[in-house]
């Protein structure tokens, strides 16, 4: 759990300087979530050995998508419609279906 929320930090980070990026490119904003994309990835090597690939993205996957929407709306203004916003919640459902669905089902 530690290198999944390690990951998903530095992800959250990285996504961050990119909307930075976007509003003002420079050379060391894209070096810099070069970096940490890359770290994050790395992180996510390690999770996919140790739990598998399929629990591993789909966990990162809706951390992430909760996470960077959070940012995206609180610290950056930016807004979704409801269709968008029901898009998310679908997401979360379907993450959340695929990775507890075989431990609901008693396998």
Do not use: D, H
Not at 5 to 11: D, K, N, P, R, Y
Not at 44 to 49: A, E, F, G, R, S
């Amino acid at each position: 759990m530690f290198l999944l929320g390690l990951s998903t930090a530095i992800f959250l980070l990285a996504a961050t300087v990119a909307k930075y990026w976007a509003l003002g490119p420079s050379l060391g904003k894209l070096v810099l979530t070069l970096i940490l994309y890359s770290l994050g990835n790395l992180i996510m090597l390690k999770l996919i050995k140790e739990f598998g690939m399929s629990i591993s993205f789909s966990l990162s996957a809706v951390i992430q998508l909760v996470a960077v929407n959070l940012v995206a709306l609180a610290f950056f203004s930016e807004r979704v419609t409801s269709l968008q916003a029901a898009g998310i919640v679908l997401a979360i459902v379907a993450v959340a279906l695929i990775t507890l669905g075989p431990y609901l089902q008693g396998r």
